[in-house]
């Protein structure tokens, strides 16, 4: 199975919004609504930060947001902030039930 | 809340075979999948597979043939096993709960440990 692909690296100055990509196909991101994203700091595990596309655990600022077109699913964050310069990973079940993660991206606060 | 804590060897010799666990604290390991994955220095995640609590597994494709994933709920434990291993298993190994039912994620997850395959 391939990896999502999401882009290497965005970029946003604070205040700003930015938007991550993560294109799969019919068989994992395009066949679900069970996306979720991961937010992850240098030296720490994953956290999870969307569930099934659009969904904020608790916790989450609502600055976090997610959405679904056809085989593209992205993760909005607006308000750009400090604090969420980490990578961000996109995650999707498979039609052979099994998972898989996005390449990631890097986020970086100008 | 839910922990999980992995343990087992920090260095592998290549072609011998990589073992670990991952204790569950805090509550059952029942009814939920437990899944290993793996993020090699500086690059991406890999889903690496899951066991869920009766035993039945899930495996990434691309490592199928090398992997066994199992649960001891006695315990509350569950393990990996990764045969033939090379330079490019070398990763931090993190092992984390998904629901089967919603909410759909991976967590929580446990902090990872790291594993050298060198000589």
Known sequence: ?110 | QVQLQESGPGLVKPSETLSLTCTVSGGSISNYYWSWIRQPPGKGLEWIGFVYYSGSTSYNPSLRSRVTISVDTSKNQFSLRLTSVTAADTAVYYCARYSGTPPKWFDPWGQGTLVTVSS
């Open chain 1, 1 to 110: 199975q391939s990896a999502l692909t999401q882009p290497a690296s965005v970029s946003g100055s604070p205040g700003q919004s930015i938007t991550i990509s993560c294109t799969g196909t019919s068989s994992d991101v395009g066949g679900y609504n069970y996306v979720s994203w991961y937010q992850q700091h240098p030296g720490k595990a994953p956290k999870v930060m969307i569930y099934e596309v659009s969904n904020r655990p608790s916790g989450v600022s609502n600055r976090f947001s997610g959405s679904k077109s056809g085989n593209t699913a992205s993760l909005t964050i607006s308000g750009l902030q400090a604090e969420d310069e980490a990578d961000y990973y996109c995650s999707s079940p498979t039609s052979s039930s099994t998972y898989v993660f996005g390449t990631g991206t890097k986020v970086t606060v100008l």
